[in-house]
């Protein structure tokens, strides 16, 4: 099978639609803040779950990535300047939804000196002086490998730093053009380093045309830069002018992943077909 072949969606891809009052409740937080969350703006297949249970990952400064990676559906372009009273506002709406964890993400801004770093640290800094009993996981871009950039959001007062490798090396020039295999996993190392007492996490999405064995060697990578978080999930096809479906993973690989996954050393991996990089966040903490 081709990669540019359409095939059906196998019965184990349906997502389910969800509701009531504390999905409402968690909406009307979000929107009356006019805040972005990736919830929205990556189509994310759990979002009715998640909002059900009152949680939300916010996406900060913009809508608009200066990247267009093959597989996002978050729109790419020339992003408007960040939003100064951004930070405030998530950690208002943070409050108000009476988080115990939150997560944190960015579009990438390779615009930026710092490529947002010091807008992510702040928003963590507003919520922890709200909440000093919050934790906060943030979901950082690679900052185009600066290590300075780096150093800011590490300064922070964060549990988890996340950031995903989303594929296999051999497909980045394909899904991730503007991205660099080495430069992820550096970034990676180096945070386990500055503060080695927090976890670091990474994601990974299934389904592209990857093999088995370069899943196995990814893995072993990422344990080998100190990774100790792992999140494997399908990938699906937010339009027609993205990176198509190769393949729709049977739930059984899933689990065969989680447990390799786990035989190598991560401590804890969620793998499954609608799993993200925040899906069950709060229980790595």
Known sequence: ?????????????????????????????????????????????NKGECWHHGTATFLLLGEVCTRSCSFCAVQGGKPDNPDPDEPALVADSVDKMQLKHVVLTSVTRDDLDDGGAAHIAETVNQIKNINSQTTVEILIPDFRGDLDSLAKVMQADIAILNHNLETVPRLYPEV???AKYPRSLELLR??????????TKSGVMVGLGEEKDEMIQLMHDLREVGCSILTIGQYLRPSMKHFPVFEYIHPDVFDEYKVIGKEIGFKHVESAPFVRSSYNAWKHV
């Open 190 to 199: 180096r945070a386990g380093e500055i503060k080695p007492e927090i976890s």
């Open 1 to 45: 099978m081709t990669k540019n072949n359409r095939i059906p969606k196998p019965e184990w891809i349906r997502i389910k639609t969800v509701s009531g009052k504390s999905f409402n409740k968690t909406r009307d937080i979000v929107h009356s803040h006019k805040l972005n969350t990736i919830c929205e703006e990556a189509m994310c297949p």
């Open 176 to 178: 991730r053009p503007a």
